[in-house]
């Protein structure tokens, strides 16, 4: 007697060909990168990197639209970088680079499209439009490719002004915020995708929406935009991980704030017929302070670990650390609320807006009001 | 557990206090900011320390103790259900589960549990089989480490918290509690500190700092504790050779970095190392920072000139930085404080002085890019040193002068700043240079219009300069020159408050306004006249009208400048110092090691999720499929009605044996 039942482990069973297509083409340029530019790199630089891809190729697997993305803004960074020809200049004499792939003009793009997409999030929900919505899912997606694009091109133009001075766009809030926005989005999109819901485009898209209004009034009127060499406190491989990580966390914490409000509008009979459950947008709201809290504990662990080596200590109680500190204790709370407790409902809802509150003061305020090692003042 | 999340949420709001309140400060400065009473109460309450004051540490030993008291309640509880298939489970108590599903087969009960087994264990579930009087039960259960998380993540709680405690400074604190040990708040050489005020090199845990001069060396450190410090002595002896700086083709620093030679005490050896930010060294279990830097006692060489009188007599001036001199102005004593040297200053030249950067907006920009952004013209204006002028009743000003012109708006001047507080911003000078860069000319200028007996014959000039070539007006000579002397005079009283003054007094309401109009008028005209007169032939000054001009604010402002010298700096020796921070914390293992399993945990709780399945395979056919979950999310749902799907799938396919 034969039972019939194939038994394979599930996760090979459900990977196609073009997932080990995808795998390849990661692992291949990973090795390309290793030998053309190994030299120049360091152990962890190269740790990182082979790290970063299997994370990459197990996320495209897991998450599969995520593989044309990569795929469409390698293609582009590649094109883009080729037109540069090795020089800075060319960035305002090459048409593909004035106009679309230039590494300040794709961020234009990224901004433009961002808003465009908040508006048409709001037409199709409003209008109840799931046309509309799929219209504002690609805008999402387009300006995702731009934000990366153009980070990517940044990347390599900082080699192009020195040597020396090259480094990954991550060290500034200019970069930061452009590394928030299309965090956020990306997160946002991946619950669209797996929660077939265009709705709560239209509230996540606002805090982005709000982020590229500073980065716009930070490009314009102040002129931040321009590649800075690294001083020598954030010359360490610690920042490539520490800042994205803490980034996931801000993006992941801002999304579940917006769906917080959703949550209160449909709970307040606003907007009720056109939200989505209220037991969907719980149940999401969840899940983003779930892996917002799991990086921002590997940010903050990270941070410490590079404050080891930095400063001399890995806690110093420095306002940045401490507010890092308030806004994980924060969230512990919350989800002792509900893990715990039960608690579901407006209450965390509530809470996880407040929680945003703090997350920003975290982000934003501790270098506007308070003084620490972070600004790096010391030396 | 209310109890848990309240202390959660308190040791949030107290950590708040000490980012609000800058930790750690000199006690003068709070006394400043806050005045007596607020500074008695904010010390009482610990609060210039929050994070090391009892009140912290109790409520973070509450967090501990309550922690430690759910793990050890919980865990058992944890660890047997982690190993339980609950394969006790009834077929009624099935019966009540929200996610079941009845079928049936024409398997028999063996058959269909061993099918589901085989199904089951391609999903990732592990399973017991028992068998009932009426059928068999097949428990299965995947995803148990997720109970772990729950240990791991409140172990990890605990540990990190021990693990700080260690490298805090608890010890200390008992010692200095029963008296063994004592702060020094008093400021003397390092070697005249008593040894109650000493810690053993064998000390378990500290974080110091010390600042080397290039060309000498260190064998303690200082741990700032509240208002004192402490001298912690070190295993091996640093000497410091070189502090080096380099910099980015924009200006902005590259590179701090010590060469340092590091001798152990005990072996005698030692070594030559390059200390660099980001790059810290170990040595003896003590890690050596590369912290901070300083001037470490640089030879300054001044030209030091009068700002009243009529004299234009400089006298030279040696001071060495974070040493004073004695000095006598205008016959009162007073100690002149050298405090800083720097070679290199990168500024923003852009709002046409200089200034402090604090600004709302710069502290946001700092943060991240601690250099400039592209509206700022950013310059190197050279060195710039800056001192303190002590008085015999011990009040100072602290001023802040530039080696080299800076030009500004298309002329080039001297910067000097000063301040009577050290909380305030720079108020700055400018003393106007001829072409050639030297500040002889308005020196001389500004003599010669201090000097009351040349007053006189510098008016009647200027009068007959001005009215020369206009006939009808001759008559006017003397009235203008009587106000120009006297207007000088003024001016040589208090400035243009003087002026002012005598206007608001002594000229009617309406006119006031055109006469200041022409006493400015002539009051410029005047200074041009004796400029004119005091200036060797041949000095070159393009813009005597605009010279004049920032002459007369440069006096004018002088007023509130304090002593009346300026101190030009001529040249210096550099001689800069490093400063190591240096710590020992054993503590840190621990932490680490907390921070894994905190890191793991918290993966563990919410990435592997426990699910349990129950497939009972009655004797009549009837087979009933009841899965559950630690957490009912809509993730659930979803699972459940996939996994059902493929069991009765299995089902189909395996109908005829
Ligand atoms: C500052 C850190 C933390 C403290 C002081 C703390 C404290 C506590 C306390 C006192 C309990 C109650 C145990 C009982 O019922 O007797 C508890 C339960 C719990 N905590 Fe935490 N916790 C902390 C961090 C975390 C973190 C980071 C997580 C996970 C993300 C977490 C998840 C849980 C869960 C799931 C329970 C319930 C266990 C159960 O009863 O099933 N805790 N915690």
Known sequence: MELVHESKPALLRELRLGDWGYALVWLLGCLYTLDKFGAGMNVYSKGILCAASLGFIALGWFWKPFRLMCVITAVLSLFAIYEYHGQIASAEQELWLKYLLGSQTAIMWMSFLFVLATLIYWVALLGRSEFAGKFASVLTWCAVVMGLVGMLTRWYVSYLMGPDIGHIPISNLYEVFILFSFMTALFYLYYEDRYESYQMGAFVLLVIAAAIGFLLWYTFDRHANGIEPLVPALQSYWMKIHVPANFVGYGSFSLSAMLGVAYLLKSKGILADRLPDLVMLDDVMYKSIAIGFLFFTIATILGALWAAQAWGGYWSWDPKETWALIVWLNYAAWLHMRLVKGVRGPILAWWSIGGLMVTTFAFLGVNMFLSGLHSYGKL | MRFAISLLLVLAIASIIGTVLKQNEPYPNYLFEFGTYWFDMFRTLGLFDVYHSLWFLVILLFLVISTSFCIIRLSPIMLKE????????????????????????????????????????????????????????????????????????????????????????????????????????????????????????????????????????????????????????????????????????????????????????????????????????????????????????????????????????????????????????????????????????????????????????????????????????????????????????????????????????????????????????????????????????????????????????????????????????????????????????????????????????????????????????????????????????????????????????????????????????????????????????????????????????????????????????????????????????????????????????????????
């Open chain 2, 82 to 657: 982690m190993k339980s298939y609950r394969e006790r489970s009834t077929l009624s108590s099935l019966r009540h589960f929200r996610f079941r599903q009845e079928l049936v087969t024409s398997l028999a009960p063996e058959q269909s549990v061993r099918l589901m087994d085989k199904v089951l264990a391609g999903y990732g579930y592990k399973s017991r089989t028992q068998i009932r009087k009426t059928g068999q039960l097949l428990a299965a259960k995947r995803g148990s480490w997720n109970r772990l998380g729950y240990i791991l993540t409140h172990s990890a709680i605990v540990i990190i918290c021990i693990g700080g405690l260690i490298d805090g400074n608890i010890p200390l604190k008992v010692d200095q509690f029963l008296g063994y040990k004592r702060i020094e708040t008093r400021d003397m050489p390092e070697s005249q500190v008593p040894s109650v005020s000493r810690l053993g090199s064998n000390n378990l845990s500290f974080r110091g700092d010390v600042t080397i001069p290039e060309g000498s060396s260190a064998d303690v450190i200082f741990l700032n504790v509240a208002n004192g410090y402490l001298v912690q002595e070190l295993p091996f002896i640093v000497s410091v050779k070189k502090f080096i700086v380099k910099y980015y083709s924009t200006g902005q620093p590259r590179l701090f970095a010590s060469d340092l030679v590091i001798q152990d005490k005990k072996t005698g050896k030692s070594k030559s190392v390059r200390l660099e930010v980001n790059h810290p060294l170990t040595m003896d279990g003590v890690d050596i920072y590369q912290a901070s830097f300083g001037d470490g006692g640089s030879h300054l060489h001044f030209l030091v000139w009068p700002l009243t009188g009529a004299s234009t007599l400089t006298t030279p001036l040696d001071g060495i930085v974070k040493h004073h001199e004695p000095m006598t102005i205008n016959g009162h004593p007073y100690a002149i404080e050298f405090d800083d040297f720097r070679k290199f200053n990168v500024e923003d030249l852009s709002q046409g002085v200089v200034k402090a950067p604090s600004s709302f907006m710069q502290n946001i920009l700092s943060v991240f890019s601690p250099a400039a952004h592209k509206d700022q013209e950013l310059r190197n204006v050279g060195p710039s040193v800056q001192f303190k002028i002590r008085n015999a009743q011990g009040e100072a000003r602290e001023y802040l002068n530039y080696m080299l012109p800076i030009t500004l708006g298309g002329h080039s001047y001297f910067l000097t700043g000063m301040r009577d507080n050290p909380g305030a911003s720079y108020q700055y000078i400018r003393l106007p240079l001829d072409d050639n860069g030297n500040v002889n000319s308005f020196m001389q200028l500004r003599a010669h219009l201090d000097d009351p007996s040349a007053a006189n014959g510098i008016a009647s000039r200027f009068a007959k300069k001005a009215l020369a070539g206009i006939p009808n007006m001759q008559a006017m000579k003397p009235k203008l020159a009587q106000i120009s002397e006297s207007v000088l005079a003024l001016f040589r009283q208090g400035g243009y408050n003087a002026l002012a003054g005598f206007i608001s007094k002594d000229v009617p309401q309406n006119e006031q306004e055109n006469a200041a109009q022409t006493y400015l008028k002539v009051l410029q005209g005047t200074a041009l006249e004796a400029l004119n007169e005091v200036i060797p032939p041949g000095t070159p000054i393009k813009d005597k009208a605009s010279f004049v001009r920032d002459s007369l604010n440069a006096m004018n402002d002088s007023f509130l400048y304090g002593p009346p010298v300026y101190l030009q700096l001529q040249s210096f020796k550099p001689v800069m110092a490093t400063g190591l921070q240096m710590t020992r914390a054993p503590g840190k293992y621990l932490v680490y090691f907390g921070s894994l399993c905190l890191v793991l945990g918290i993966f563990a709780m919410f990435y592997i999720r426990e699910r349990r399945v129950f497939v009972y395979a009655s004797s009549d056919g009837k087979v009933l499929f009841a899965m559950s979950s630690s957490r009912q999310t809509l993730d659930f749902e979803l699972e459940f009605k996939k996994l059902s799907n493929i069991i009765s799938k299995a089902f189909a396919d395996n109908k005829e044996l």
